[in-house]
């Protein structure tokens, strides 16, 4: 019976989110809150069957193509098994870091952001007065600017009253798993099932003051991303003239992965990337001249629109296809940004769905 709820998985619900089973569908032990020991094997080969949906090829088509317009990009390969996450909550003990809406792995922004900042701090900022050295903190308030190095790449939070903070150059994108990259050709199964089998399990919970060659081995189980996935990294300048400090970056940013990995057990070797033999970084199209002006006309109607107070029918009356046709397809991905002060205007914020009433929209954004 152990492989009846993988094949019911695979068979009916290919586009099913792995998760859903991880966290809601698993059958706990109400005592203990986790899965029991004998039910897991038959969970992990679900969760570990399920094909990446068809939607998400298309999402990450188009997200590619978005974050290519603005950003440096470069994809990595995992040199080894990845567990990112593995401190949340989770029926089987261990957790795993999934995309939200597709399910299928992923390096969040904040990660590699913390990533970097560690391997920056360790290899470059520990001296006073360092360029690279972070914030320091006073009783858990930020009390001393960072290097000017560090605050071009993460900014800095106020410190004092009269000190409004100041971001960073640079974005960091999250990292989404490139379809078909973890499997032979005929599948796409990102995720694979693991086991870590601690031998002095009474000496690391503190009731032995030894360990000892006599306990019994108690195996934990738990869902890995699978050596040879790839994801797909970007950086972005905030303006153009940060591009140099996108370069630098992304050029730690690989070192840190390569050499200290990311996620759990990294010194066990889990969590390592390297960027694969051929590839590299792809640096984002220069705009066009005559993608410049249509974009300095969309973002003058964005602003006209804001000036009409919320009006839903100042938004209807401009000619938004017409404006989105005249951008280059290769720049639109920046240019999507001059809608984000309407989405955060307060007054359209509270209509009901204002942008679904108003057909001439962009397909981007319906």
């Not at 990446?52 to 188009?62: E, N, Q």
């Not at 590619?64 to 989770?90: M, W, Y």
């Not at 070192?255 to 889990?270: C, E, F, N, Q």
């Not at 920046?334 to 002060?341: G, H, I, Q, V």
Request: net charge neutral.
């Amino acid at each position: 019976m152990r492989h009846a709820l993988a094949k019911l998985v695979s068979r009916h619900f290919e586009d099913t989110h792995p998760g859903l089973w991880l966290e809601r569908y698993a059958k706990l032990d109400l005592g203990e809150g986790k899965v029991p020991n004998d039910r897991r094997p038959e969970l992990m080969d679900a969760v570990c069957g399920i094909q990446v949906p068809g939607v998400y090829r298309a999402a990450f088509k188009r997200w590619r193509a978005a974050l290519q317009s603005r950003a440096l990009t470069v994809e990595v390969q995992a040199d080894a098994r990845i567990l990112l996450g593995h401190g949340n909550p989770a029926p089987l003990g261990v957790g795993l870091t999934l995309h939200p809406t597709y399910g299928v792995p992923f390096l969040p922004a904040t990660a590699l952001k913390g990533v970097l900042n560690h391997f920056l701090a360790t290899h470059l900022g520990a001296e006073a007065g360092s360029p690279w050295a972070g914030v320091e903190y006073d009783q858990g308030r930020p009390s001393q600017a960072p290097g000017r190095f560090h605050l071009a790449l993460f900014g800095a939070p106020a410190i004092g009253e009269d000190d409004p903070g100041e971001r960073g150059r640079v974005v960091f994108e999250d990292a989404l798993y490139v379809p078909g990259s973890a499997s032979p050709a005929g599948s796409d199964l990102p995720l694979a099932p693991d086991v870590l089998t601690p031998h002095q399990a009474e000496y690391y919970r503190g009731a032995a003051a030894e360990p000892i060659d006599w306990d019994d081995p108690v195996p934990v189980q738990f869902v890995t991303v699978r050596p040879h996935a790839r994801f797909l990294l970007g950086i972005t300048p905030v303006e153009p003239d940060d591009a140099d400090w996108a370069e630098l970056a992304l050029r730690y940013l690989l070192d840190a992965l390569s050499v200290r990995g990311i996620g759990g057990k990294t010194a066990a070797g889990y969590g390592r990337l390297s960027v694969p033999t051929g590839g590299k970084v792809r640096h984002p199209e220069r705009a066009s001249a005559a993608g410049s002006d249509a974009r300095d006309r969309l973002a003058a109607e964005v602003q006209r629109v804001l000036a009409s107070e919320g009006k839903l029918g100042a938004f209807a009356a401009v000619d938004w296809e017409g404006l989105w046709a005249a951008i280059p397809a290769g720049e639109r991905g920046a240019a999507s940004k001059a809608f984000e002060p309407i989405f955060k205007h307060a007054k359209f914020r509270k209509e009901k769905d204002p942008l679904g009433r108003v057909s001439a929209l962009p397909g981007f954004i319906r």
